[in-house]
């Protein structure tokens, strides 16, 4: 019998050999009397290779192809579908934040006949706000995520993530701002800074999410390092800002 060699192709095959490097499974615990019967051994426990790769100060380990493609394929089986929940509930979210401005505060629809619109004072009537509870919804998720994270990453580590005090703000502020307009009017100068503190925040988180996306990621870290590189611009231009605001309530522009 003879063989037809031009039918015959040679398939180059790679092991990226990486992940060993971090916590990975090596075998099944096959022995019976122990506790761990069926579950997976995992050898060097408690370390990512990532983690070591961020935490390293020779950038240039990143244009490795090994790297490259590890992080490309854990983002592709895990992060990608992950933070796309992520972004699909906090834009629920934001949604539900608009539509309750557009009610409350451009359509008016809790005001009275009667009432003041300039009314700073709650009335028994103004804290019946049957929208205030859809803001709840919004604010679950997050709060679940962020208080699972935590317990799951140890509070010392989860504090260590300067994003993270962005998500506990955002959870904070949205919580406040449930209650403030559930007890008093939304019209209250109060309940104001806190909605308008929320959308801020809220306006943060977006531009976090949208580094998801790869057309969009590098505009999105431009736009954080441009931030921090005018921080002390940005001081000053609140200052002033600050300043011309006294200046026009003085002179009474705008004062009833």
Request: aromatic letters at 16%.
């Amino acid at each position: 019998m003879t063989t037809d060699r031009s039918k015959i192709f040679k398939i180059k095959y790679q092991l990226n050999l990486l992940p060993v490097i971090g916590q990975h499974a090596t075998t099944i615990d096959e022995d019976a009397n122990s506790y761990n019967y069926g579950k997976p051994i995992f050898e060097n426990e408690g370390v990512s290779i990532l983690d070591l790769c961020s935490s390293s100060e020779e950038i240039n380990i990143f244009l490795s192809d090994c790297l490259q493609e590890l992080i490309e394929f854990k983002w592709d089986a895990f992060a990608r579908k992950f933070h796309l929940v992520g972004l699909f509930m906090h834009l629920l979210y934001m949604l539900i934040l608009v539509l309750y401005v557009q009610r409350v505060y451009i359509f008016n629809s809790l005001a009275a006949d009667d009432r003041d619109l300039h009314a700073d004072l709650p009335t028994d009537s103004d804290r019946n706000n049957k929208f205030a509870g859809f803001l709840v919804v919004g604010i679950i998720y997050p709060f679940l995520y962020e208080s699972r994270s935590a317990i799951l990453d140890g509070f010392r580590n989860y504090f260590t993530q300067p994003w993270n005090y962005l998500d506990i703000l955002l959870i904070s502020t949205g919580i406040l701002n449930i209650i403030l307009h559930t007890l008093f009017d939304p019209l209250n100068v109060g309940c104001k800074i806190t909605i308008s503190f929320v959308g801020f925040l809220g306006m943060g988180k977006t531009f976090f999410y949208l580094r998801i996306f790869e057309n969009l990621s590098p505009i999105v870290t431009m736009l954080i390092n441009v931030l921090y590189d005018l921080k002390v611009f940005l001081l000053f231009f609140f200052i002033l800002i600050f300043m011309f605001a006294i200046q026009l309530s003085i002179t009474g522009i705008g004062n009833k």
